[in-house]
């Protein structure tokens, strides 16, 4: 079994900064592909980013390429979600999920999501 724990989420305004955390536990970090989707209320979840085992390969949506760095740190089982120049539109309940095979984009695949954390953009 593998948990997932976010936070780092709160409030910042149009143009700033904010880094998402989330810890892992459970299993062997290093061997899952771990993955942020977002999330608002009356859509289905949005990929945003996903970063392979040993953090070599990353993949990003359009919405936030250029804008959003994932990474991974496997010594501290965490994965990381760097937000910069923050939109309004960013605004949504961000959660991270995990698998041992790469789903890309797809979150009906993924085996494991944490709970969630609120990210508000205010413009």
């Known amino acids: 079994q593998v948990q997932l724990v976010e936070s780092g989420g709160g409030l910042v305004q149009a143009g700033g900064s904010m880094r998402l955390s989330c810890a892992v536990s459970g299993r062997t970090f290093n061997n899952y592909y771990m993955a942020w989707f977002r999330q608002t209320p009356g859509k289905e979840r949005e990929f945003v980013a996903v970063?392979?085992?040993?953090?070599?390969?990353?993949t990003y949506a359009d919405s936030v390429k250029g804008r959003f760095t994932i990474s991974k740190d496997n010594t501290k089982n965490t994965v990381y979600l760097q937000m910069n120049s923050l939109k309004p539109e960013d605004t949504a309940v961000y959660f991270c999920?995990?698998?041992?095979?790469?789903?890309?984009?797809?979150?009906?695949?993924?085996?494991?999501w944490g709970q969630g954390t609120q990210v508000t953009v205010s413009s």
């Open positions: 970063i392979s085992w040993f953090g070599t390969s990353t």
């Open positions: 999920a995990a698998d041992r095979t790469f789903r890309g984009s797809d979150s009906q695949k993924y085996s494991y």
